[in-house]
């Protein structure tokens, strides 16, 4: 059991006007050599879970701009500490599907004012690093809630400081779904307004924001401390800060002369 949900109708948009959507956001940004892989995460298990309706709309749009997708289904997944060592299925495909991610979209309903207890749960079972390898740190994150009654921003306020702790890039753009029950049909999928095209714009960012991060994502997060922590000095001959300190690299300074929008000074590598 691999503890993914599929995906129905994945290529039906009723909502979405093709004549205003870019089907491929991420060209330009960075590589394109691969799709991108996105990691989608509900927090709710009702049999009518607007948050997982939610994150369904939101993969359908990934898939239309190009980007490979999974939604973990959280039914099974036990309580933190709840089993030992963490030893069970679920967590251990919660943290396969995290590692083989490159970006992730996090839905929670606010409850009390919070993120659902089966949000929480679901980012508490992924470590900061397991045996050498890091689950979330570097990767692009979109946050996104659903509410009962009128719109608020608690659920995604959290998820934001979620993932800053997880060191994840979590992007500018955000949803926030108001009476999410008026904002569904009777097949649970979501009506055409100003909440959907929200939906649309976080996942466009989303696309973008992957593409220009995942080649940087293990330089992005090489730090100092672990480093020190695992016994591991930089290499001078290839670090591009030492190179440029000792001469190595031409390093132009800036021209009083030249126009500070049409200047190509202070790059690293720039001809004299």
Same mark, same amino acid.
């Given at each position: ?112 004012? =919070? ?5 929480? @749960?679901?980012? !508490?079972?992924?470590? $900061? /690093?397991? &045996? +050498? ?95 020190? =922590? ?5 290499? @001078?001959?290839? !670090?591009?800060?030492? $190179? /440029?300190? &000792? +001469? ?25």
């Amino acid at each position: 059991m691999n503890r993914l949900r599929p995906l129905s109708d994945p290529t039906h948009l009723p909502a979405l006007d093709p004549a205003y959507a870019n089907q491929r956001p991420g060209l330009g940004m960075g590589p394109l050599d691969h799709k991108p892989r996105i990691l989608l995460l509900y927090g709710s298990l009702r049999e009518r879970s607007f948050s997982r309706l939610a994150v369904e709309e939101a993969a359908r749009l990934l898939e239309y701009f190009g980007a490979e997708t999974r939604i973990f289904d959280p039914s099974d997944l036990p309580l933190p500490d709840q089993v030992k060592g963490d030893d069970h299925p679920a967590v251990h495909a919660l943290r396969e599907h995290s590692i083989w991610s490159e970006g992730q979209v996090w839905c929670s309903p606010e409850r009390h004012g =919070q993120i659902s207890g089966i949000m929480k @749960a679901q980012i !508490d079972h992924l470590p $900061l /690093a397991m &045996g +050498g390898i890091r689950p979330t740190q570097g990767r692009t994150l979109a946050v996104m809630q659903v509410s009962g009654g009128s719109q608020s921003f608690n659920a995604v306020n959290s998820l934001r400081i979620l993932g800053r702790w997880m060191r994840m890039v979590t992007i500018p753009n955000q949803s926030s779904v108001a009476k999410a029950f008026q904002e569904f049909d009777a097949a649970g999928r979501m009506k055409p307004s100003a909440y959907y095209d929200r939906i649309v714009d976080v996942m466009e960012e989303l696309v973008r924001f992957t593409v220009l991060i995942r080649p940087l994502a293990d330089p992005l997060v090489d730090r100092y401390s672990e480093r020190r =922590q695992a016994g591991r000095p930089v290499d @001078a001959s290839t !670090d591009l800060a030492t $190179l /440029a300190i &000792g +001469g190595n690299l031409s390093i132009r300074a800036p021209d009083p002369a030249t126009p500070a929008n049409g200047a190509a000074s202070g790059r690293v590598g720039a001809k004299a």
